[in-house]
Structure formats: structure tokens, C-alpha cells
């Protein structure tokens, strides 16, 4: 007992690498909320136009969709960070993770909510239009409003799991809490800073969970 606690909790360790991790800890977050901003935006976005049944436009959005759902994030990361400069595109490598996960929660947000315009009975639509209502007014003040409301359990399910995909920004060498950890690890000969890395990924995403535990609740069809 007395190894482990000196191999995963050691106070020295700890408190040598504090502030390094603290800082990572600080790139996480701004990294998951950008992700999670970007890309459910931009997957609401593509839905609604993907809802104007506008083809080659749909053919190009399902393209997105399908590209990005098929690989997986870490392929797609390493791919733009290496492949991105041999054709003049330079960007740092937050931008790309930031760039490369919120594509990626575009990409399956934009069928989950697809699925929640889908669902809007016919009936509804009908009886806008019959109101006088235009296809986007109908669209905007009806369809979407009730889509989003429907879609959100299996939004924030989705949600979390690629935010937590914000560790693979270490493969290149984005300074994110994981990468500062096993830096630390490394010079420290020591697991302590991967738990103090573990207790930052609960400090962020456990409120997070619970966050998305009262939207469900709270926005729920009630019977």
C-alpha cells in the first residue's frame, strides 16, 4: 500500500507539478468548449439547410457527415496537423484539434438532429403552412424548436463523448493537461501528475455529465 501511494499520490510529486498540470487543465477546458460550441452550432446549422432539400447542397452536407462519422478522430487529427502544411495550409496545433473535433460533433450532430426534424409529424408542417406561415417561418418557429427539444438526450450523450476526445490533442503536442502529465511523468519518474490529470478530467467533465443529466430532466416530453 505504501508503494502505490508513493507511485500515484506522492505530495512532492504533486505539488512540484501542480501549476504545469494546473495549466494544462486551463487548455482542456478551452478546447472542450470550443469544440462543443462550434459543433453543435454547426451541426444545427447544416440540418436546417439540409432541410430546404436542396440536392447537390445535400449531397455535399452527407459527404460531410458520413466522412467524418466513418474515421476515426485520432486518423482525421493526424492527418490535418501533417498533411494540412504540405498544401499551404499552417495552422497551430489547438486550432487543428479544435478544427478537427468540432467537425466531427457537427458531423453526428447534424444527423441527430436530422432525425429530430424528420420526426415532426407531417400533420404539423401542414397545419403551419395553413396558418399562413412560409417554409422557413414554419421551419424556424415550429420544426425546430420541437426537434431540438427531442434530440437532446442523445445530443449530450454525444456531446461528452467526443469532448472527451480533447486528450488526443496530445498527439501533437497540443499542451492540454494529458500531454503536461506524461511530460511530467517522464521527468519525475512518477505517476502522480497522470492522477492529478485524472482528477482534472473529473473536474470537468463530471459537471458536465450532471449538466446534461438536468437538461434531459428538465426539458423531457412529459406524459
Do not use: C, H
Given at each position: 500500500?505504501?508503494?502505490?501511494?508513493?507511485?500515484?499520490?506522492?505530495?512532492?510529486?504533486?505539488?512540484?507539478?501542480?501549476?504545469?498540470?494546473?495549466?494544462?487543465?486551463v487548455?482542456?477546458?478551452q478546447?472542450a468548449?470550443?469544440?462543443?460550441v462550434?459543433?453543435?452550432?454547426?451541426?444545427?446549422?447544416?440540418?436546417?439547410?439540409?432541410?430546404?432539400?436542396?440536392?447537390?447542397?445535400?449531397?455535399?452536407?452527407?459527404?460531410?457527415?458520413?466522412?467524418?462519422?466513418?474515421?476515426?478522430?485520432?486518423?482525421i487529427l493526424?492527418?490535418?496537423?501533417f498533411?494540412?502544411?504540405?498544401?499551404?495550409i499552417?495552422?497551430?496545433?489547438?486550432?487543428?484539434?479544435?478544427?478537427?473535433?468540432?467537425?466531427?460533433?457537427?458531423?453526428?450532430?447534424?444527423?441527430?438532429?436530422?432525425?429530430?426534424?424528420?420526426?415532426?409529424?407531417?400533420g404539423?408542417?401542414e397545419?403551419?403552412?395553413?396558418t399562413?406561415?412560409?417554409?422557413?417561418?414554419?421551419l424556424?418557429?415550429?420544426v425546430?424548436?420541437?426537434?431540438?427539444?427531442m434530440t437532446?438526450p442523445?445530443?449530450?450523450?454525444?456531446?461528452?463523448?467526443?469532448?472527451?476526445?480533447?486528450?488526443?490533442?496530445?498527439?501533437?503536442?497540443?499542451?492540454?493537461?494529458l500531454?503536461?502529465?506524461?511530460?511530467?511523468?517522464?521527468?519525475?519518474?512518477?505517476?502522480?501528475?497522470?492522477?492529478?490529470?485524472?482528477?482534472?478530467y473529473?473536474?470537468?467533465?463530471?459537471?458536465?455529465?450532471?449538466?446534461s443529466?438536468?437538461?434531459?430532466?428538465?426539458?423531457?416530453?412529459?406524459?
Amino acid at each position: 500500500m505504501e508503494r502505490f501511494l508513493d507511485q500515484f499520490f506522492n505530495l512532492e510529486v504533486m505539488a512540484r507539478y501542480l501549476p504545469d498540470v494546473a495549466a494544462g487543465f486551463v487548455v482542456t477546458i478551452q478546447l472542450a468548449l470550443s469544440v462543443i460550441v462550434t459543433g453543435l452550432a454547426l451541426g444545427l446549422v447544416l440540418a436546417m439547410v439540409r432541410a430546404f432539400q436542396i440536392r447537390p447542397v445535400n449531397w455535399l452536407i452527407i459527404l460531410f457527415v458520413d466522412l467524418f462519422r466513418a474515421l476515426p478522430p485520432l486518423v482525421i487529427l493526424i492527418i490535418f496537423y501533417f498533411g494540412l502544411p504540405f498544401v499551404g495550409i499552417t495552422m497551430s496545433a489547438f486550432v487543428i484539434s479544435w478544427v478537427v473535433l468540432a467537425s466531427v460533433l457537427a458531423a453526428f450532430a447534424e444527423e441527430i438532429y436530422w432525425a429530430g426534424i424528420t420526426s415532426v409529424n407531417k400533420g404539423q408542417w401542414e397545419a403551419s403552412r395553413s396558418t399562413g406561415l412560409g417554409f422557413t417561418q414554419t421551419l424556424f418557429y415550429v420544426v425546430i424548436p420541437q426537434a431540438i427539444r427531442m434530440t437532446i438526450p442523445p445530443l449530450t450523450n454525444r456531446t461528452i463523448a467526443i469532448t472527451k476526445n480533447t486528450a488526443l490533442a496530445s498527439v501533437v503536442t497540443v499542451e492540454e493537461m494529458l500531454t503536461v502529465a506524461q511530460t511530467s511523468l517522464a521527468y519525475a519518474a512518477n505517476t502522480s501528475p497522470l492522477t492529478m490529470a485524472a482528477i482534472g478530467y473529473l473536474l470537468i467533465f463530471f459537471p458536465l455529465t450532471m449538466a446534461s443529466r438536468w437538461v434531459e430532466t428538465r426539458y423531457a416530453w412529459k406524459r
